[in-house]
């Protein structure tokens, strides 16, 4: 698709018209050059401008347009907001080797005013998220560890970047005793991948840790029948910080950021972990694996030992981590948890900035006490459902004492479950927003 700005309407074929007296939403088209859409009695914003282009999007599609001329409208970011919203109604899910999806029509979208700078940034969030969303709408069995790692080196030959994949011989090296507990189970081998992006010669890395469980069934700790196949999404952390890196190296942004992929599939099997057994984390702290269902902390904790030797400036990881945080906060916002005040605020600012919000839980002492073990250092479950999502980011906490850090629970926003079943993209805006106000 292409978007520009262009003063006269000439070039496009059909000119759009923001019509107040319409419903809010609602389109009308004469059948020749002119498509109407109502703005309603409201004061347009952000999110209202946000559904006005995805239905733009959709009708133009609908009637075979090709172009359109897009007016103005009062909102700060419009044509931000807009390309944004329309090149991400562009993404189809590939059904494998079955027919491909029809072709959408709109092909171009002319603005009346604007930068080329907001199309370009928009554009670079769009195919960052494009990349999380296949990658989350894969199946498990396509979208292995071993696939995440490819990705990934195909990344590094792109944009050429610095790619190291680790192995589960080199993980034994390192003493990640937590992370290999989970794959073990699995007849697919656990990898975990580093990708490093440098646009600036001196600045600390930002590290971003992505969650990449290719599928959960819980382990032996297995989960029930119903909407499992979901646990296919439990990689989408991997999949956003591989579409973060993907953004801000196309914009060539003059940051230096690392990503940091654990990733493993969580079976039961025979040579699976047990509840009960204790395990050795690459910090040397032991665990009790009471759940095996609690693996993502498992597989977390390690990869935020091994990220110190970035000497990053920030560390953010991303998980889809507990259920707990959808009951808390639905699917509108994730979950945040930090051990440092100002990340929380740029965060939350980030957030709103991009549409793409957080809202903070708390982090205390007080958690500690729900997963104390009387065999290990630590428990990995506190078999209660009290606070969920802060057991989960206190656990992780035990692990990121050395360095500033922030951790992201997006159980809720990764994936959208029912007829519409599908990867959001969610939270690469969030994320790429962050990165852009820090340079
Ligand atoms: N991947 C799941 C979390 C999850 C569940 C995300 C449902 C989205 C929808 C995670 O590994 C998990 O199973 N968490 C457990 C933790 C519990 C055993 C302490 C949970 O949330 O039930
Ligand atoms: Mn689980
Ligand atoms: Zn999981």
New binding site residues.
């Given amino acids: 698709m292409e978007f520009k700005i262009n003063k006269s309407a000439t070039e496009a074929q059909i000119q759009v018209v923001f019509d107040e007296m319409l419903k809010l939403n609602k389109v009308e088209f004469d059948g020749a050059n002119k498509l109407k859409i109502g703005l309603g009695d409201q004061i347009p914003n952000d999110k209202t401008v946000q559904k006005l282009a995805i239905t733009l999007a959709k009708t133009a599609n609908q009637f075979n347009l090709k172009a359109l001329f897009l007016p103005m409208l009062e909102v700060e970011n419009f044509v931000e907001i807009v390309t944004q919203a329309i090149a991400n109604n562009d993404y189809q899910i590939q059904k494998i080797e079955l027919e491909t999806p029809e072709e959408n029509t709109l092909q171009t979208v002319v603005f009346e005013q604007g930068e080329q700078a907001s199309i370009d940034k928009a554009l670079a969030i769009a195919s960052g998220m494009a990349l999380t969303r296949r990658l989350g709408d894969l199946p498990s069995n396509v979208c292995t560890p071993t696939y995440l790692a490819e990705t990934a080196q195909n990344m590094a030959q792109e944009f050429n970047l610095a790619c190291q994949v680790l192995e589960e011989s080199d993980m034994s090296k390192l003493g990640m005793g937590s992370l290999l507990s989970v794959s073990k189970g699995s007849i697919e081998p656990p990898k975990l991948i580093s990708l490093s992006y440098q646009g600036n010669d001196s600045a600390q890395p930002i590290v971003l840790v992505g969650k990449g ?1 290719t599928f ?1 069934s ?1 382990g032996i ?1 297995l ?1 029930s029948g119903a909407s499992m196949d ?2 296919k ?2 990689m989408c952390g991997a999949a956003s910080v591989l579409g973060t890196m993907h953004a801000v190296a196309e914009m060539k942004l003059k940051v230096n950021l690392t990503i940091v992929v654990p990733t493993v599939e ?1 079976m039961p099997a025979h040579n699976a972990s047990k509840p009960g057994d204790v395990v050795k984390s690459m910090s040397g702290q032991t665990i009790e694996i009471l ?1 095996t ?4 902390r498992l597989i977390l904790c390690d990869a935020l030992t091994y990220v110190a030797k970035f000497n990053p400036a920030v560390v953010i990881d991303v998980a ?5 945080v ?1 009951v808390a906060l639905g699917k509108h916002h994730s979950g945040m948890m930090v051990n440092d005040q100002d990340l929380a605020d740029d965060l939350i600012k980030a957030g709103k900035n991009s549409m793409d919000t957080v809202w903070q839980l708390p982090l205390d002492e007080e958690f500690n006490e729900l997963f104390k073990s009387n065999f290990a250092d630590m428990a990995n ?2 078999g209660c459902r009290e606070a ?1 999502s802060s ?2 980011g206190s656990f992780l906490a035990k692990f990121t004492k050395d360095y500033c850090w922030a951790h992201l629970d997006i ?2 926003t990764a994936w959208v479950s029912g007829a519409k079943k599908g990867a959001t993209g969610r939270p690469v805006p969030l994320l790429t927003q962050y990165i852009l106000d820090s340079v």
């Fill in positions: 469980v959960d819980g700790s989960k979901e646990m999404y439990d969580n759940n269902d609690a693996e993502g889809t981590l507990t259920g707990a959808i479950s506190s969920g057991v989960a159980a809720g």
